[in-house]
């Protein structure tokens, strides 16, 4: 594909997102990296936070953490592209072990996957024995590895619901364990790691049927309910979307509340006058190109700094330099797989 072609093609999506000027210089860098793709016999899985110009040029494939998760176990491909932050390129490389995996942007971290170790995991284990542990997939290899199984926004509450057990451990997000216990009915706590008898095994009754970490996603815990009263009160017939990794609060405060892939959805198949996404703000313009009869409205104060590293130009060195290779040690690799995989078969 040539600049010119892929510059037309950009422009039939994005036209009334991205200046033009901007576009032409994109569109250069989008065509070499489609070329470098097919000569390294290379898959792009780009993220539904990936800024628009990158989102509709260069992915085969976009979506969120489950989605992409699903399309890099079904790979033929020799190398992986991982156009998102690093627990997702680790999640490529459990389930295609025999594949090379790159990340764009070395340093494209997240805070909730940094919020907990697997000592924190191993500790919490030793404190609640025999209890189960889910695992959000924002986290690293080495914490999959201590967990039972994981899950992502789209099926957290399924994923708890089906272990059937009275308690659960689910880590680390502070906010998306408190959704999923106000969804599921449970009741939760936040247990201090002090070295303490278990209270599983001391006989006391259980009051709690879900044990928290308090991990926290540092763009999503930054909206609060007073944003919304704001918007709402100068744009009284807003339709209001939330992450779950939104504070319940805001949560509650909003019209709905879903993972990526869900508010795509919603806002595709709702009438409404204006949305507002609670989210990172690059989906909002990724929606707004997909869907031009929408009006969707942005709070773009708070980015997520690690989606934002990953840029085309980064992404057109990573296939030029081989760079950055996913590594796992194997046998953290093979216990991380059984909890991914279980996530994947339970959807
Ligand atoms: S948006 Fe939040 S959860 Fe997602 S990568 Fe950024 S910090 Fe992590």
């Known amino acids: 594909?040539?600049?010119?072609?892929?510059?037309?093609?950009?422009?039939?999506?994005?036209?009334?997102?991205?200046?033009?000027?901007?576009?032409?210089?994109?569109a250069e860098l989008a065509a070499?990296?489609?070329?470098?793709?097919?000569?390294?016999?290379?898959?792009?899985?780009?993220?539904?936070?990936?800024?628009?110009?990158?989102?509709?040029?260069?992915?085969?494939?976009?979506?969120?953490?489950?989605?992409?998760?699903?399309?890099?176990?079904?790979?033929?491909?020799?190398?992986?592209?991982?156009c998102g932050v690093r627990f997702m390129a680790e999640t490529a490389k459990i389930l295609n072990p025999s594949k090379t995996v790159l990340l764009p942007a070395e340093k494209a971290g997240c805070s909730l996957a940094a919020s907990i170790t697997a000592d924190d995991v191993r500790a919490l284990k030793a404190k609640f024995p025999g209890v189960p542990v889910v695992s959000y997939v924002n986290t690293y290899?080495?914490?999959?590895?201590?967990?039972?199984?994981?899950?992502?926004?789209?099926?957290?509450a399924a994923v708890v619901e089906s272990l059937h057990a009275e308690t659960v451990i689910f880590l680390p997000d502070e906010y998306l364990a408190k959704n999923v216990a106000r969804e599921t009915g449970?009741?939760?706590?936040?247990?201090?790691?002090?070295?303490?008898?278990?209270?599983?095994?001391?006989?006391?009754?259980?009051?709690?049927?879900l044990i928290g970490w308090r991990?926290?996603?540092?763009?999503?815990?930054?909206f609060t309910v007073k944003d919304i009263e704001a918007v709402r009160a100068q744009f009284p017939d807003v339709v209001i979307l939330s992450h779950p990794e939104c504070s319940p609060e805001v949560v509650a405060a909003s019209d709905f509340s879903g993972s990526t892939n869900a508010m795509i959805r919603y806002v595709q198949q709702t009438k409404a006058p204006h949305f507002?996404?609670?989210?990172e703000c690059a989906m909002g313009d990724n929606i707004a190109a997909a869907n031009p009869e929408k009006d969707m409205l942005r709070l773009c104060m708070v980015r997520c700094p690690h989606m934002n590293t990953i840029t085309l130009e980064d992404t057109l060195n990573a296939l030029k330099l081989n760079r950055y290779v996913i590594e796992i040690p194997e046998e953290i690799r093979l216990k991380a797989y059984r909890a991914v995989e279980r996530m994947i078969q339970i959807g």
């Open 141 to 156: 290899a080495d914490v999959k590895a201590e967990s039972d199984v994981c899950c992502t926004s789209s099926n957290a």
């Open 276 to 279: 507002l996404l609670l989210t």
């Open 186 to 209: 449970k009741h939760i706590i936040f247990p201090a790691l002090t070295p303490s008898p278990s209270p599983a095994g001391s006989g006391e009754q259980l009051e709690y049927q």
């Open 32 to 82: 070499q990296i489609v070329n470098l793709k097919q000569e390294k016999n290379a898959v792009i899985l780009g993220h539904n936070y990936m800024e628009p110009a990158l989102f509709y040029s260069i992915p085969d494939f976009t979506g969120d953490s489950l989605d992409l998760s699903r399309k890099a176990a079904q790979t033929d491909k020799d190398v992986i592209v991982f």
């Open 1 to 26: 594909m040539n600049a010119q072609e892929m510059y037309e093609k950009m422009k039939a999506r994005l036209d009334k997102v991205v200046p033009d000027v901007e576009l032409r210089i994109k």
């Open 215 to 222: 991990g926290r996603c540092e763009v999503h815990e930054k």
